[in-house]
């Protein structure tokens, strides 16, 4: 049994982190062999981020996978709120969110404060929101960025990305946005936001080696049906060898 013991480790090794291949939505980057002991305790957490523009259902879904896993939903609101409040942002003054919380010293904030919550939780979690739209927010007002800011924002929002074990991006349907009283309500806006966002996961796929899963088409808008295509696909990944 002893002498077997490295082909144990190497099957909880692949289930956890296999190769990185089209569709696919487990990290892949190059990790150690941990031991038997820590594989099986991570086999049952579940780190997993909904990626997207506004609008497209992701606070909803996240809720759902929250009940269905058991596991806390840290809510991008929570975070962003706040920072505007202290920076004086008025929801009525017509300004686009986005773009003002693109600002530089919003920015850093946001990412510290969403890797500090994120990486204070010793099990699992839900987000409807990663560091990667923080990144995508600052390049859309890219030059209000010296390189020196902006690469930190660049490596900060990358790095912690592989501390997520399932990734799911959400895609526009090129449906219009309801009007929730906070978010963007220009289509063209988020499309583009979602152009920037998508860019960055493939990115985030060819040099950082962070696999992920796009929502198929079948299940855009349908909350419930998503989030059990997202419930079978981490049982299914966890499951496998």
């Not at 686009?96 to 919380?101: A, Q």
């Not at 946001?110 to 990667?132: M, N």
């Not at 493939?202 to 419930?224: L, N, S």
Request: net charge negative; charged share 25%; hydrophobic share 35%.
């Amino acid at each position: 049994m002893r002498k077997n013991s490295h082909l144990v480790l190497r099957s909880y090794n692949n289930a956890l982190f296999p190769n990185c291949s089209a569709g696919s939505h487990i990290n892949s980057y190059n990790e150690p062999l941990f031991s038997l002991e820590k594989k099986i305790a991570m086999s049952s957490i579940h780190r997993i981020g909904l990626v997207g523009s506004a609008g497209l259902g992701k606070s909803t879904v996240a809720a759902m996978l929250s009940k269905k896993f058991s596991i806390p939903f840290i809510k991008s609101k929570d975070i962003t709120r706040p920072i505007l409040s202290e920076f004086g942002y008025d929801y009525g003054s017509g300004q686009f969110v986005e773009r003002f919380l693109s600002r530089p010293e919003i920015e850093r904030r946001i990412v510290d404060e969403r890797i500090r919550i994120e990486g204070a939780q010793s099990g699992g979690f839900v987000t409807d929101r990663t560091t990667v739209e923080c990144l995508a927010y600052a390049l859309l007002d890219v030059e209000q960025y010296d390189d020196e800011q902006l690469d930190a924002i660049k490596e900060d929002c990358f790095s912690h990305l592989k501390s997520y074990d399932s990734l799911f991006l959400f895609v526009n349907d090129g449906g219009w946005l309801e009007d929730n009283g906070l978010r963007t309500i220009n289509r063209f806006f988020q499309w583009k936001t979602e152009m920037i966002i998508c860019g960055l996961m493939d990115y985030a796929k060819a040099h950082y080696g962070i696999g992920f899963r796009t929502i198929p088409e079948e299940y855009w808008g349908d909350a419930e049906q998503t989030a059990e295509y997202i419930r079978r696909a981490i049982d299914a990944d966890r499951h496998s060898a």
